[in-house]
């Protein structure tokens, strides 16, 4: 399954995955990128040094193309951004903010850079600015969500601009794959199923909760403040979400909140942790390798656009 996206970054198969915060370290982004797909570590707000050590670790497992996800809005970003190019990450995807300040660093180390966008203008922004590609992410995905759905802005990202384009969010199968090519995509990125992989340092219970999710169990919080995030719904997002409608000032919200990712990820809390993940849970029934998602993702997809059932 050749694309311009495949051939950009010198990967097998079209598909990558998230740069979950927490989630997205080198055990997981070496399987993926062993497996053919372009694996990613989640940068997020972790120290500097963290990273580089992450990303050659990453380099001792495979010797396969990866990338590292960078959190604009972490304050450690230019330091992030100055490591990927000191220990040669071939990619980079940026979100939370816009990277045309480490373009040209970027672009002068022959780092390919994707950024991830919600929207038609800031695709734009992002292709003229240099952008190799754009991840036009839709608000099916978990985590950090923009307004606008997978279905509606990845045609529209398509036609707006040159590059090409990934899309992301609401896709765990080849169905999923094969409509996002039928929009205009060249590449899927995929977040809430390589969580439920196997190589996935996610807790136990974290997996459970999500193989036992159904079709109406993730819900929005933080609309209030301007940063909406997809969660699976528990006690704690329950709480955010009635602490919201009461008016709740932004620093009450965050002291709720404070280190409840990693309860979700490391401790296996899945009642007061954020469970973050999109509204493809409910189609997520198993573990599986990252071989066997991406292999079982790509060869039904490619069977559904042959036209074979």
Same mark, same amino acid.
């Given at each position: ?5 495949t051939?950009?970054?010198? &990967? ?7 740069g979950? @915060? ?19 570590? *989640?940068?997020?707000s ?58 040209? $660093? ?8 994707? #950024? ?30 923009? %307004?606008?759905?997978t ?10 601009v040159?590059? #090409? ?19 205009? @995509?060249?590449?899927?990125?995929m ?5 439920v ?13 999500? &193989? ?5 169990? %993730? ?5 209030s ?7 699976v ?5 329950r ?18 909140? $404070? ?8 401790? *296996?809390?899945?009642?007061?942790? %954020? ?25 039904d ?5 042959? *036209?074979?059932?």
């Open positions: 399954m050749n694309t311009r996206i051939e950009l970054l010198g &990967i097998e198969y079209p598909v990558i995955q998230g979950m @915060a927490w989630v997205a370290e080198y055990h997981l982004a070496a399987a993926v990128s062993q497996a053919g797909g372009l694996g990613i570590i *989640g940068a997020a972790a120290p500097p040094e963290v990273v580089r050590e992450q990303v050659r670790k990453v380099k001792e497992l495979t010797d396969k193309p990866f990338g590292v996800n960078v959190m604009l809005m972490n304050p450690n970003a230019p330091e992030v951004a100055q490591i990927v190019v000191e220990e040669g990450v071939p990619v980079v995807t940026t979100g939370a903010g816009n990277p045309a300040k480490f373009m040209e $660093l970027w672009k002068n180390a022959g780092v390919k850079v994707m #950024p991830v966008v919600a929207s038609v203008a800031m695709a734009k922004m992002m292709a003229r600015a240099g952008a190799d590609a754009v991840v036009a992410e839709g608000t099916e995905s978990g985590g950090h969500i923009g %307004s606008i759905t279905m509606a802005l990845v045609p529209q990202v398509a036609d707006a040159d590059v #090409p384009v990934v899309a992301a969010g609401g896709i765990a199968d080849g169905r999923g794959m094969a409509a996002a090519f039928m929009l205009g @995509a060249e590449a899927v990125q977040g809430t199923r390589f969580v992989a196997k190589e996935s340092i996610v807790h136990d219970n974290y997996k459970e909760r999500l &193989i036992k999710s159904k079709d109406i169990d %993730s819900e929005v919080t933080g609309r403040t301007g940063h909406p995030i997809r969660v719904r528990n006690k704690m997002s709480e955010y979400l009635r602490m919201e409608q009461e008016g709740a000032t932004l620093e009450e919200l965050e002291m709720l909140t $404070l280190g409840s990712l990693r309860k979700a990820v490391v401790d *296996g809390d899945v009642v007061q942790g %954020s469970l973050m993940a999109g509204q493809i849970a409910g189609m997520i029934t198993e573990e599986l390798t990252c071989e066997e998602i991406i292999q079982g993702i790509v060869s997809a490619e069977r559904l656009m042959a *036209g074979r059932k």
